[in-house]
């Protein structure tokens, strides 16, 4: 579904602050694969996830997805075969607009327009019988602005509108990160939910070890702009934290990791 070849990008180029976030990635996702990414901060993981959305354009490489080249192209050229779910809860929403005609958004993303579809009214049986899925009340509410609802909630509904259309492939920018732990469960609960219900292709980039080794079939470690560690389900299963954080340990020796870094990583990740 995601074949990524010899991937290559830098930010502000021959000048002191250059960054080579990603040097020649290589790398393949199958079809129904639920991939998750790790790594330090600064390793390359939101800006692989940018460049495979068409947020950014790689320097040299190629992508594709579901076999077509899609090098060149920005991201709503993508929009037809990529969702994506952002960190903020904020991102994915017209705040200004009612659940209703956010989803109605969605409902139409990629369509053709002509007349205009309107909101009637087996739409909003549809939406409603949808919105109950989520199980935070939000079905009697279709009316209210999005703005009115809780981070948590946002996240939930724009989820919902992710998988509205069943994407080829369903971009998961650490999405529950900005949530309380109550509600990032809840919305992780959806995730696994939709993800099995719709046979999507996932990549999700997260800062939990433990969501990372709970969720997918696969694990991708990065560091300093590379792939690391790519494991495989088999290997996964039997995997622990302190495993993940030995891994890390190991790249210390061979990328130069200081003392404090681990220590912030073992911090962060237990």
Known sequence: MIKIENLTKTFNA??????????????????????????????????????????ILADSGTIRINKKDVTKKMDFQRACDVARVFQNPYSGTAPGMTIAENLLMAWLSGKHRYPVASLNANLKKKFREQVAS??????????????????????????????????????????????????????????????????????????????????????????????????????????????LLSKFENIRKFEKLTPELIQTLTNLYI
């Open 14 to 55: 021959d000048t002191i602050d250059q960054v080579e976030a990603l040097k020649s990635i290589n790398l393949e996702i199958k079809e129904h694969e639920f991939v998750t990414i790790i790594g330090t901060n600064g390793s390359g993981k939101s800006t692989l996830l940018n460049a495979i959305a068409g947020n």
């Open 134 to 243: 989520l199980d935070m009340q939000l079905e009697d509410r279709l009316e209210n602005l999005v703005g009115s609802l809780s981070g948590g909630q946002r996240q939930a509904v724009t989820l919902l509108m992710a998988v509205l259309q069943t994407p080829k492939v369903l971009l998961l920018d650490e999405h529950t990160a900005a949530l309380d732990p109550k509600t990032a469960q809840q919305v992780l609960r959806l995730t696994t939910e939709f993800v099995a219900a719709n046979k999507l292709t996932v990549v999700m980039v997260t800062h939990s070890m433990h969501d990372a080794l709970a969720m997918g079939t696969r694990v991708l470690m990065m560091h300093n702009g590379r792939i690391v560690e790519d494991i495989a389900e088999e290997e996964k299963k039997y995997l622990t934290i302190e495993d």
